[in-house]
Nanobody, 115 residues
């Protein structure tokens, strides 16, 4: 499975961005997909998850109510709609896909929120 993120960039505080994660390869075993982020000097952390079957979602408290995760199974693509962005949302955002016994990572896309 290969994952490619896109949609990052520079945005002012209060603005919006939509990230995409395109999956290719043997995607039929993927059970869930996730967005992680890693800010400078901090550990990578999980911010949003979605199951590929029922579409159940979960969010970290830091993004709940501002970010929305979604997926288009027909396109093998996952999205992260980010609204009301804050400077503390500045980070590299990574796409992750889970199978039963392993997971996969994209290379990340940088989001910079200016104050």
């Amino acid at each position: 499975v290969q994952l490619v993120e896109s949609g990052g960039g520079l945005v002012q505080a209060g603005g919006s961005l939509r990230l995409s994660c395109a999956a290719s390869g043997s995607t039929f075993r993927i059970s869930a997909m996730n967005w992680y982020r890693q800010a400078p000097g901090k550990q990578r952390g999980l911010i949003a998850s979605i199951t590929t079957g029922g579409g159940s979602t979960n969010y970290a408290d830091s993004v709940k109510g501002r970010f929305t995760i979604s997926r288009d199974n027909a396109k093998n693509t996952m999205y992260l709609q980010m609204n009301s962005l804050k400077p503390e949302d500045t980070a590299v955002y990574y796409c992750n896909a889970e199978e039963r016994h392993r997971d996969y990572w994209g290379k990340g896309t940088l989001v910079t929120v200016s104050s």
